[in-house]
């Protein structure tokens, strides 16, 4: 293996990594229960219903972001990002709808990670979870009336 076939990124910046992304699972989670039951007005009930679903989905994605660091002989986290509230739905909605862009950014990264670790098989669980994220995005940005934005991928 020639220098330049090194990976770029350790096993240990790896669980680093996921460790962030379970963090940000888990506050997922949180503001996912709580926007959902305090979202009001009728034109938020639709939304209110899918964020509902949302957090079961992010809560199956903690469980797999665990499992992944577990495997890679590191110990999960156990602290949630902050969450923000507001008393204003739109802001509840925008507040998500930025969570789930970084969230995106950062898994795009986790995978190039996990791939060039050859770590395949966290790379394609990573990427199941990507679909769901992705469609959370959408279903946040179509709540607001705006296009789903480019989550673009982290440095």
């Known amino acids: 293996m020639s220098k330049s076939d090194q990976p770029t990124v350790t096993r240990k910046q790896l669980i680093e990594g996921l460790n962030e992304d379970l963090s940000r699972e888990y506050q997922a989670i949180i503001a996912y229960v709580n926007y959902s039951q305090v979202l009001k007005g ?68 986790r995978v190039r990670q996990a791939d060039e670790l050859n770590e395949f098989a966290i790379a394609e669980s ?22 789903p934005p480019d989550a673009g991928i982290a440095d």
């Not at 990573?126 to 296009?147: F, K, M, N, S, W």
Request: hydrophobic content about 40%; glycine content about 6%.
């Open 42 to 109: 009728a034109e938020y009930m639709n939304i209110a219903d899918e964020l509902a679903v949302h957090a079961g989905e992010e809560l199956a994605h903690a469980l797999k972001v665990a499992n992944h660091i577990d495997y890679l002989g590191g110990m999960p986290s156990v602290t949630p990002k902050p969450v923000k509230t507001s008393e204003k739905a739109e802001d509840m909605l925008k507040f998500d709808l930025a969570n789930e862009k970084e969230t995106i950014r950062q898994y795009r990264r």
């Open 126 to 147: 990573l990427r199941g979870i990507l679909v769901e994220e992705q469609d959370h995005l959408i279903a946040l940005a179509t709540a607001l009336g705006i296009d």
